[in-house]
């Protein structure tokens, strides 16, 4: 390349570009192709400095170079988050075509902010969020946006609802004293977060024994707070447990209170496909917002959180950022997805979710879910049969809480430790009410019954 041209280096296609595709592509086929990708586990701030090097130098290290550095010392010190004995946390299991497509989004430089911009993508987007609407029983005209995870999906409806409730309120001096969001003592960490960011307080209801949020609780905090209360959260599918709590009895409630129901369904909501465990979300038709994670349990990779309000203009009203450089958006009539959340600058995330449902179609969703849903319930009775075993609550979804007779937490830790070590599982202790315990939280279709008793074997 002539020195005059060495500024577009970095853009123009050339010999060195097509090397570079060529060899990220190979790279990525056999990453996606590969049957046995190991666990894999961190590696110190020390060691990847030694191993790796200095990566960023004035010249540049060229793409070969870069890319052996990320294969053989960065992925391997990586967790590989879609192998079937990944059960901590809330795993994510990425189909192929989704993992696959994802490539596509980046080649193909797409703008998911505005219509104006990436009309397509949004249109594949928003069919996604109209089915998913249409599954979980809101009614037509419900939509909303995908935005960066739950975390930021919860604190869009929260914020949503908290402008709904000034305005309907006409209280602009706030006199009413500050604003409350009502959720379980169980509900996830974010909502305690997204009510820091918003500065508004959080009354924490206890669930039942069982883990479930049920309406005499959350009556009592809704008679105690009165019009300060902005929004109800109820959780369908809590984190540690998996457990989904009385949405229509909490929903019911709405006769009598005027709050905004917003349904935390981050991990839990996609369960809803199958008709396995599809009775237990009686009353998310009455929700004001929802939210759910495909990068969870709907088989799309990170990070894509589905936000849906039942009416979008609230979500819209609230969000919506104002500026000369936007006029040509905001004065359009045109759906764009930045409109619907904290955010503006935005990728079309949906949209490997779109093409795996595409591709596959929702049959198979409703079966892979049902897969881990009915292992759940098959390696919770194992558990239940092993005397040196006990479950802590019974399942509901796919998440499976148990203990250790005898085992403090240097136990559980020292177990879990090992399980990684041999490359067997990532399964990092949990706790509830003060006691540690084991958890399997199961989303991945090639989980196996045999897999889980293996693991459970060494705890003998
Ligand atoms: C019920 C629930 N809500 C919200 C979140 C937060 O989601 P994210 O990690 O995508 O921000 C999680 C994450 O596990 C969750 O389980």
């Given at each position: 390349?002539?020195?005059?041209?060495?500024?577009?280096?970095?853009?123009?296609?050339?010999?060195?570009?097509?090397?570079?595709?060529?060899?990220?592509?190979?790279?990525?086929?056999?990453?996606?192709?590969?049957?046995?990708?190991?666990?894999?586990?961190?590696?110190?701030?020390?060691?990847?400095?030694?191993?790796?090097?200095?990566?960023?130098?004035?010249?540049?290290?060229?793409?070969?170079?870069?890319?052996?550095?990320?294969?053989?010392?960065?992925?391997p010190a990586c967790i590989t988050t879609d192998h079937p004995q990944f059960l901590s946390f809330i795993p994510s299991a990425p189909s192929k075509a989704a993992i696959a497509f994802d490539l596509v989004v980046s080649a193909s430089a797409l703008y998911g902010g505005s219509w104006l911009e990436?009309?397509?993508?949004?249109?594949?987007?928003?069919?996604?969020?109209?089915?998913?609407?249409?599954?979980?029983?809101?009614?037509a005209g419900a939509g909303g946006v995908f935005v960066q995870g739950g975390t930021i999906g919860n604190l869009s409806a929260l914020v949503a609802a908290r402008d709904d409730a000034r305005i309907r309120a006409d209280d602009p001096s706030g006199s009413r004293g500050r604003w409350v969001i009502?959720?379980?003592?169980?509900?996830?960490?974010?909502?305690?977060?997204?009510?820091?960011?918003?500065?508004?307080?959080?009354?924490?209801?206890?669930?039942?024994?069982?883990?479930?949020?049920?309406?005499?609780?959350?009556?009592?905090?809704?008679?105690?707070?009165?019009?300060?209360?902005?929004?109800?959260?109820?959780?369908?599918?809590?984190?540690?447990?998996?457990?989904?709590?009385?949405?229509?009895?909490?929903?019911?409630?709405?006769?009598?209170?005027?709050?905004?129901?917003?349904?935390?369904?981050?991990?839990?909501?996609?369960?809803?496909?199958?008709?396995?465990?599809?009775?237990?979300?009686?009353?998310?038709?009455?929700?004001?917002?929802?939210?759910?994670?495909?990068?969870?349990?709907?088989?799309?990779?990170?990070?894509?959180?589905?936000?849906?309000?039942?009416?979008?203009?609230?979500?819209?009203?609230?969000?919506?950022?104002?500026?000369?450089?936007?006029?040509?958006?905001?004065?359009?009539?045109?759906?764009?997805?930045?409109?619907?959340?904290?955010?503006?600058?935005?990728?079309?995330?949906?949209?490997?979710?779109?093409?795996?449902?595409?591709?596959?179609?929702?049959?198979?969703?409703?079966?892979?879910?049902?897969?881990?849903?009915?292992?759940?319930?098959?390696?919770?009775?194992?558990?239940?049969?092993?005397?040196?075993?006990?479950?802590?609550?019974?399942?509901?979804?796919?998440?499976?809480?148990?203990?250790?007779?005898?085992?403090?937490?240097?136990?559980?830790?020292?177990?879990?430790?090992?399980?990684?070590?041999?490359?067997?599982?990532?399964?990092?202790?949990?706790?509830?009410?003060?006691?540690?315990?084991?958890?399997?939280?199961?989303?991945?279709?090639?989980?196996?019954?045999?897999?889980?008793?293996?693991?459970?074997?060494?705890?003998?």
């Open positions: 390349m002539a020195d005059d041209n060495l500024h577009a280096r970095m853009h123009s296609v050339s010999g060195e570009t097509r090397r570079i595709v060529d060899e990220v592509l190979e790279y990525s086929r056999r990453r996606i192709l590969a049957d046995g990708t190991p666990l894999d586990h961190a590696a110190s701030e020390a060691e990847l400095r030694r191993i790796a090097g200095t990566t960023i130098d004035e010249a540049g290290i060229g793409a070969s170079r870069a890319l052996a550095i990320f294969e053989h010392v960065l992925a990436g009309a397509g993508a949004v249109h594949a987007e928003n069919e996604v969020l109209g089915w998913l609407a249409g599954e979980f029983g809101l009614p009502v959720c379980s003592a169980e509900a996830h960490s974010s909502i305690v977060s997204a009510a820091r960011v918003m500065d508004v307080d959080v009354v924490t209801v206890p669930a039942d024994e069982d883990g479930v949020l049920r309406a005499p609780a959350v009556r009592r905090a809704l008679e105690e707070h009165g019009d300060r209360v902005i929004a109800v959260v109820a959780t369908t599918g809590s984190t540690n447990f998996g457990i989904v709590d009385d949405v229509a009895g909490i929903a019911a409630l709405k006769r009598e209170f005027d709050f905004w129901l917003h349904i935390d369904g981050a991990y839990g909501l996609t369960a809803m496909l199958s008709p396995l465990a599809r009775d237990l979300f009686r009353g998310v038709e009455e929700a004001d917002s929802v939210i759910v994670d495909p990068h969870k349990w709907m088989f799309a990779p990170y990070d894509a959180c589905a936000l849906i309000y039942r009416d979008p203009e609230t979500g819209r009203r609230a969000h919506t950022q104002h500026a000369g450089y936007l006029d040509v958006l905001t004065d359009s009539a045109d759906w764009s997805p930045s409109d619907y959340a904290v955010q503006l600058t935005r990728r079309p995330r949906g949209l490997p979710l779109w093409f795996s449902l595409a591709t596959y179609g929702a049959g198979a969703y409703r079966q892979a879910i049902g897969h881990s849903l009915e292992l759940a319930r098959r390696i919770a009775a194992e558990i239940a049969a092993r005397p040196e075993l006990s479950l802590v609550r019974e399942p509901q979804l796919s998440v499976v809480v148990f203990e250790r007779e005898g085992w403090e937490r240097a136990d559980y830790d020292r177990w879990s430790a090992r399980l990684l070590e041999e490359q067997r599982a990532f399964v990092v202790p949990s706790s509830h009410a003060g006691r540690p315990n084991a958890r399997f939280a199961i989303v991945n279709p090639l989980t196996t019954f045999e897999q889980l008793t293996g693991i459970l074997d060494t705890m003998r």
